[in-house]
C-alpha cells in the first residue's frame, strides 16, 4: 500500500539535478515505474520522496552520431523496439528488450530504469555491456563516462553517488557485429529470466577464403551477482577464431564455468551453469548459420 | 452408448452466451472492493511470524497511539466463542496461546484508512516463545513432535476390498511399486479475499467473495455470539475461487464482522496478494506410496496405496477433501483386491483445504502414473488396458459401488483415441524421436478419470440447496438460488435451465446474488455440484409455476390443460401452435387473477450408504468420467517442456451449455498444466518464499496448449435435463496426462509434481552420461 511520500516533478535535466543535490531525505527515481511502485507497495520506506524524470523530454532522445547512439536514459523500451538502427543492426538488443515483461511494462519501463535497477537478470543489460556501451552519469557539477561493465557493483548496486542520475547509454556503432540473445524463464512470456545469454559475433575472411571469427562478445545475466562478461570464453573464441564443433563444444564448456550462479526460488547452481553453455550452443549455431 | 437424438429443448443444450457476460466486460460489475460505505474502517490482520510458538505477550498500546485507528482486536475482545474450524473445532478464530503455522493470525486492526491500518499492524508487539516445528508429514507421522495435544492424525480413511492383499500381490503376474510426491498448488484467485461487513438491525450483514455464504453466516454468528436470523450474508459478484472461498472466507468474515459490530461501524477487510498466499488455504501435498499387481491378460487384479498428506496446522476441510482422496485413488478401474490408507498430518505449515478437485487430482497422478509405467513395460496399449480394467454399468468401483446408470467411461476413452488421432501422432512421435539430430523429443500421455457428484457420503448433510422463482406482472422473472457465481458461468446455465421449465425468454430472467435472506441454506458452491442441485431446485420451484401458468393458459385458450406447451415466451395449443398466449399475458392474467406467482424449490442429493470403517458402499450417487490425451515436446538440452495439445473426452451427461462447457475445459486445462510442471511453492523451514506473481509463476496464454473438447452424454436421471458435474473433472486428468507425455518423451517416470525443467534436465543428462558410457565400452 502507497504511503505518504513526496513527489517531486522537475520540468528539466537541470531542475533534477537541482533537486538531487539538495534533497535531505532519501529518494527515488520516477521514470517508468514499473519497479519502483511494485517495491514502494511491499516497503513503505524504501523511498520517502519520488523525483518524477519522466517527463523530461531531453532524456527521452535517441540520437545518431558519428560513431555512436546515444540513448537517453528515460527512453522508453517501446520506442527503443520501434528505433530502425537497432532493428538493423542490433538483434541481440531487440531480442531481449522484447522479452522484457509484458507490452504494458514495456510502454512505461525506461532503459535507464532498468540499468539502475542494476538487477542481475536485467534483460536489457546483457546485450547493451556486449556492445561495449557506456553510461554518462552526472551531478550538478560532474560528468563522468563509466563502461557500463564497470557500474554494477552487486544486486541492485551501483557506482552512482547520491546527487547523480543516469542520462545517456552511449552504444558503440558496431555494424559489423551479428549478436542474438536467449533466455530461459519460468515461463514463455511476463518471466524473470533465470538465466541469459548475449553474443555477437565480428566475421572476418581468412586469407585461404573460409571465414574466421574476429570480435566476440559474450554477456551472461542472471548467474552472477551482476550482468557479466564472459571474457575467458571470448577469449577462447577469438584465438580460435574458426568455428568447429569441437571449439563451440569447448566455448560452452568454459562459459559454464564462468557463471557463478546461486540457487534461489527460481532455479539452481548446476542448472543454470550448465544452461549458459546450452544457450551459447544455440546462439554460436544461429548467427553462424544466419550469415 | 452415446445416442444423437435431436434436442428437444429450446435453450437447454444450446450455446447461449453469458447472462454476465455484459456487467463484466464494461466494468459494471460491483465486486467487494467496488463497495464503500461512510464512515468504513478498513481492517488488516497481523500474523505470526513463526511457524511454531507460545504467545507470551501481545501489546496492542504502540497501535493504539496511532491517530485513526478504532480498534485492535485479539482473541479476548471475540464477543462469541473463539473458533473458526468448519469441520472439526481445532481451530481459533485469533491465536490464543499458540501459534502453529507461520501466517496464523493473532490480532486484527481497524482503521480510518487501509495505510493507518498496515502502519498500526506493525506496531503490534508479540513475544513468543518458539517450538521446534513439525515441517514435514514423515516428521508428523513419527509423533516426536505433537502440533496439537491429541496428536498428529487428522484422519486416516481406509478401504479394504477382496482378500488379504499381500496374498493377492502373490497372485499377481507382475507387481509393480513407486513413490510419487506431489506440491502445493495455490488457487491464485484474480480477486483475492475479502468482504465488509455492516452493523444493521441489532445483528449485521457481510457482503464478500464467498463460495459458501452459508459458511459464512455460521462462522459470523458463532464468533458474534448472534443467532443465525441476526446475520445476512449477500453475495457479490466473485473473481475466482477454485475452491480456495469454499470454508476460508469465514475465518476473514468473522473477524470484519467482529470489529464491525463492536465498533458500530461498517469494516472492510480485503487481503492484499502477499497476505492471501501466505495465510489462505492449499492444495495437500502429498507422499503417495503405490504398489499395483497385474495378471497375464493386463487386468488390474490387486492395489495397496499409503497417502501421506499435509494438512497443516488445523483440519479446516482435510477431512472432507481426503475422503474424496480415499474414493478415488484408484482411479475409474474394477480392482478385486484393495488396500488403502489415506493419512492426513498436521504440520506447522499453512493449512490445506478445498481445490478444484478436492484430493484427487494428486491420487490421480500417482495412479495414472502407475498405468503408465505398467504398460510401457509390458508394451500395454494404454487405451486397450484402461478400457479392459474400467468402470461400467454393473460393474463395481474400489469401494464397491455397483454402477448402475450414467457411466460414458469407454466412450471417452474411444472418443479420446480418436479425436486426438493418437495412432498417427504415436507413430510420428516415435520416428522423430528415433532421430538423434532432432532437438527435442515428442510425448503422448493418457489418463482417465471418474468423479463423485455432488458432497458425497461424507457430506450428505449439507447436500441440499433452495432457490426462489418470482413472476413479475410483467412477465420478467426474479431467480435466486444459494450457490455462486464465480466466473464458471452458473449464472447462464442456471437461467437456461429455468427458462426452459418455465417456458420463458433467456432474456426475461434476472438473476439476484446470493442473499440468506431469501434462500434457505444450500450448502456450498463446490462438488461440481451448482448445476445439479441448484439447477433441481429451479426446477421445482419452475414445475410449480409451470404448473399454475398452464392452467391459466387453458382456461384462455379453452382448451384442456394437457394440452398446453411452453416455450421461449409463448404458452402455445399442442395441435395448434399459432394459438398461443405470452408468457407476458399470462404473468398479468395471473397477477389480475389473484394467483401468487412466487415459488420456492428445494432439492436434496439422493442419498448414498457407505461404511466409513471398511471404505465399502456408495460414495457418490453418481460419477462423471473423462479421458485426457496430452502432446508435449521437451527440449533435450533445457529440460523445457512445451504442452502443444491437449484433447479431452468428458462424459457429464447432458451438456446444458456446450460453449460453456468447452470453456469450463480450457480453463481447467490452464490450471492444470500449471500444476504439472510450472507452479512451484517454495517454502523454507515453514515460511512461503513464493509470495507473489512473479515468484509463485502461473502459465500464460503462450504456455496453453490448443484444447480440443469432446463431450459424452450418458445422461444421469437425478440432473436436470439428465446433466453431471464438469467443473472439478475439467482439471483432474490433465496433471497426470501431461506428466504421463513428459515421462514417455523422456523416458523416465517422473516421480515429483511439478515436473520443473531443472529436473527433466537431468535426467536425460544421466541418460545421456550412462549411454556415453555403454558406447565407449
Request: overall charge positive; aromatic content about 8%; glycine content about 8%.
Amino acid at each position: 500500500m502507497l504511503r505518504n511520500f513526496k513527489v517531486l516533478m522537475p520540468a528539466s535535466l537541470n531542475e533534477a539535478l537541482y533537486v538531487i543535490n539538495n534533497i535531505d531525505r532519501p529518494f527515488r527515481f520516477l521514470a517508468g515505474g514499473t519497479d519502483v511502485l511494485v517495491r514502494l507497495k511491499d516497503n513503505p520506506s524504501y523511498a520517502q520522496a519520488l523525483i518524477d524524470i519522466s517527463k523530461i523530454g531531453e532524456l527521452a532522445k535517441i540520437e545518431e552520431h558519428k560513431s555512436t547512439f546515444v540513448i537517453g536514459s528515460g527512453v522508453r523500451h517501446e520506442a527503443l523496439l520501434a528505433y530502425a538502427p537497432f532493428i538493423e543492426n542490433y538483434n541481440g538488443l531487440i531480442e531481449a528488450v522484447s522479452a522484457i515483461g509484458s507490452p504494458q511494462i514495456r510502454a512505461l519501463a525506461t532503459v535507464g530504469g532498468n540499468i539502475g535497477n542494476a538487477s542481475p537478470a536485467g534483460d536489457s543489460i546483457g546485450p547493451l555491456m556486449a556492445f561495449d556501451a557506456e553510461v554518462e552519469l552526472r551531478s550538478q557539477d560532474t560528468n563522468r563516462i563509466v563502461k557500463l561493465e564497470d557500474f554494477f557493483t552487486g544486486p541492485g548496486k551501483t557506482v552512482l553517488k547520491h546527487n547523480e542520475i543516469i542520462t545517456k547509454i552511449i552504444l558503440p556503432k558496431s555494424d559489423s557485429l551479428k549478436s542474438g540473445w536467449k533466455r530461459l524463464g519460468q515461463r514463455r512470456a511476463v518471466a524473470i529470466s533465470k538465466v541469459s545469454v548475449t553474443l555477437a559475433l565480428g566475421f572476418a575472411k581468412h586469407s585461404n577464403g573460409s571465414d574466421r571469427v574476429n570480435d566476440v562478445r559474450i554477456a551472461l545475466g542472471a548467474v552472477a551477482p551482476t550482468v557479466i562478461r564472459a571474457r575467458k570464453a571470448e577469449k577462447f573464441l577469438l584465438e580460435n577464431q574458426t568455428l568447429t564443433k569441437a571449439v563451440v563444444k569447448e566455448a560452452c564448456r568454459l562459459v559454464a564455468k564462468e557463471a557463478r550462479p546461486i540457487t534461489d526460488i527460481r532455479s539452481n547452481t548446476e542448472y543454470r551453469s550448465e544452461m549458459c553453455g546450452v544457450l551459447l550452443g544455440d546462439l554460436i549455431e544461429k548467427l553462424a548459420c544466419a550469415r | 452408448m452415446l445416442t444423437k437424438k435431436q434436442n428437444l429443448y429450446s435453450v437447454v443444450g444450446k450455446k447461449v452466451n453469458r447472462v454476465d457476460a455484459y456487467e463484466k466486460i464494461v466494468g459494471g460489475a460491483r465486486y467487494v472492493d467496488d463497495l464503500a460505505f461512510e464512515d468504513m474502517l478498513f481492517a488488516k490482520m497481523v500474523c505470526s511470524t513463526i511457524p511454531s510458538g507460545r504467545i507470551k505477550k501481545i501489546d496492542k498500546s504502540r497501535a493504539l497511539k496511532l491517530k485513526g485507528v478504532a480498534g485492535v482486536f485479539t482473541a479476548e475482545d471475540i464477543t462469541g466463542l473463539n473458533k473458526i474450524g468448519c469441520v472439526v473445532d481445532d481451530q481459533p478464530l485469533l491465536a490464543k496461546e499458540t501459534v502453529r503455522f507461520a501466517g496464523e493470525p493473532f490480532a486484527v486492526v481497524a482503521a480510518e484508512t487501509r495505510e493507518i491500518a498496515e502502519e498500526a499492524a506493525g506496531l503490534i508487539d508479540i513475544e513468543y516463545e518458539p517450538l521446534e516445528p513439525v515441517l514435514t508429514v514423515d516428521e508428523s507421522v513419527s509423533e516426536k513432535i505433537k502440533v496439537h495435544p491429541k496428536g498428529n492424525v487428522v484422519c486416516h480413511y481406509k478401504v479394504r476390498k477382496g482378500d488379504n492383499i499381500d496374498e493377492a500381490f502373490n497372485k499377481s503376474f507382475k507387481v509393480y511399486e513407486k513413490t510419487f510426491t506431489i506440491n502445493y498448488q495455490e488457487h491464485l484467485y484474480l480477486e483475492t479475499q475479502g468482504c465488509v461487513a455492516l452493523p444493521e438491525n441489532e445483528g449485521i450483514t457481510v457482503y464478500g467473495s464467498f463460495q459458501c455464504p452459508f459458511y459464512v453466516q455460521g462462522a459470523v454468528a458463532t464468533a458474534l455470539g448472534l443467532p443465525l436470523a441476526k446475520v445476512r450474508i449477500l453475495q457479490c459478484v466473485v473473481g475466482g475461487g477454485f475452491g480456495g472461498k469454499e470454508d476460508v472466507p469465514s475465518e476473514y468474515a468473522a473477524k470484519a464482522a467482529l470489529l464491525a459490530y463492536v465498533l458500530k461501524k461498517p469494516v472492510k477487510l480485503i487481503l492484499d496478494r502477499a497476505q492471501d498466499l501466505m495465510v489462505s488455504s492449499k492444495r495437500h501435498p502429498m507422499k503417495m506410496e503405490y504398489k499395483v499387481g497385474v495378471t497375464k491378460k493386463g487386468k488390474m487384479n490387486a492395489l495397496k496405496v499409503r497417502v501421506l498428506a499435509d494438512s497443516g496446522a488445523y483440519t479446516t476441510l482435510s477431512t472432507v477433501v481426503l475422503f474424496r482422496s480415499s474414493v478415488h485413488f484408484g482411479g475409474p478401474y474394477v480392482i478385486p483386491h484393495v488396500s488403502g490408507d489415506i493419512i492426513g498430518l498436521y504440520t506447522n505449515r499453512v493449512p490445506c483445504g478445498a481445490y478444484r478437485g478436492f484430493g484427487t487430482p494428486q491420487v490421480i497422478y500417482a495412479m495414472e502414473s502407475m498405468i503408465n509405467i505398467i504398460c510401457n513395460d509390458m508394451g500395454w496399449d494404454p487405451f486397450e488396458f484402461r478400457k479392459n480394467n474400467a468402470l461400467k454399468k454393473g460393474a463395481s468401483s474400489i469401494t464397491s459401488h455397483k454402477i448402475k446408470e450414467s457411466c460414458g467411461l469407454i466412450e471417452t476413452i474411444d472418443k479420446a483415441r480418436k479425436e486426438s488421432e493418437y495412432d498417427k501422432r504415436k507413430k510420428e512421435f516415435d520416428k522423430w524421436n528415433a532421430d538423434k539430430s532432432k532437438r527435442t523429443l515428442k510425448g503422448l500421455g493418457v489418463s482417465s478419470i471418474f468423479y463423485g457428484m455432488n458432497l458425497g457420503a461424507k457430506g450428505w448433510f449439507y447436500d441440499k440447496a433452495g432457490s426462489h422463482i418470482q413472476i413479475c406482472r410483467d412477465g420478467s422473472v426474479t431467480l435466486c438460488v444459494g450457490n455462486v457465481e464465480m466466473g464458471q458461468g452458473a449464472k447462464t446455465v442456471l437461467a437456461q435451465i429455468a427458462s426452459e421449465a418455465l417456458g420463458c425468454e433467456i432474456s426475461a430472467i434476472n438473476f439476484t446474488n446470493v442473499d440468506t435472506n431469501i434462500v434457505p441454506d444450500s450448502g456450498p458452491t463446490v462438488a461440481s455440484r451448482t448445476t445439479v442441485m441448484s439447477g433441481n431446485a429451479l426446477l421445482d420451484a419452475a414445475n410449480k409455476l409451470r404448473k399454475k401458468l398452464v392452467a391459466a393458459a387453458a382456461e384462455s385458450l379453452k382448451i384442456k390443460p394437457g394440452q398446453v406447451m411452453a416455450k421461449l415466451g409463448k404458452y402455445y395449443n399442442i395441435k395448434d401452435s399459432h394459438q398461443f398466449v405470452s408468457f407476458k399475458d399470462l404473468a398479468g392474467k395471473c397477477y389480475l387473477d389473484n394467483v401468487g406467482l412466487s415459488e420456492m424449490g428445494y432439492y436434496v442429493s439422493p442419498k448414498v450408504e457407505y461404511d466409513l470403517q471398511s471404505g465399502q458402499g456408495e460414495p457418490y450417487y453418481v460419477y462423471s468420467y473423462a479421458t485426457a490425451v496430452t502432446e508435449v515436446e521437451v527440449d533435450k538440452k533445457t529440460g523445457e517442456v512445451r504442452v502443444n495439445k491437449m484433447t479431452c473426452a468428458h462424459d457429464i451427461g447432458r451438456v446444458i451449455n456446450p460453449m460453456l462447457a468447452s470453456a469450463q475445459v480450457e480453463g481447467g486445462v490452464a490450471q492444470g498444466v500449471g500444476y504439472a510442471i510450472m507452479e512451484n511453492m517454495v517454502s523454507e523451514k515453514g515460511h512461503i518464499k513464493t509470495l507473489g506473481l512473479s515468484t509463485y509463476v502461473i502459465p500464460t496464454t503462450k504456455d496453453c496448449p490448443e484444447v480440443k473438447s469432446v463431450f459424452v452424454e450418458d445422461k444421469s436421471k437425478d440432473g436436470p435435463y439428465g446433466a453431471k458435474g464438469l467443473g472439478e473433472p475439467s482439471l483432474m486428468p490433465v496433471v497426470a496426462s501431461v506428466v504421463n507425455a513428459v515421462s514417455n518423451a523422456a523416458g523416465h517416470q517422473f516421480e515429483h509434481v511439478p515436473v520443473l525443467p531443472e529436473r527433466i534436465w537431468e535426467v536425460l543428462n544421466e541418460k545421456n552420461s550412462s549411454e556415453d558410457e555403454s558406447e565407449v565400452k
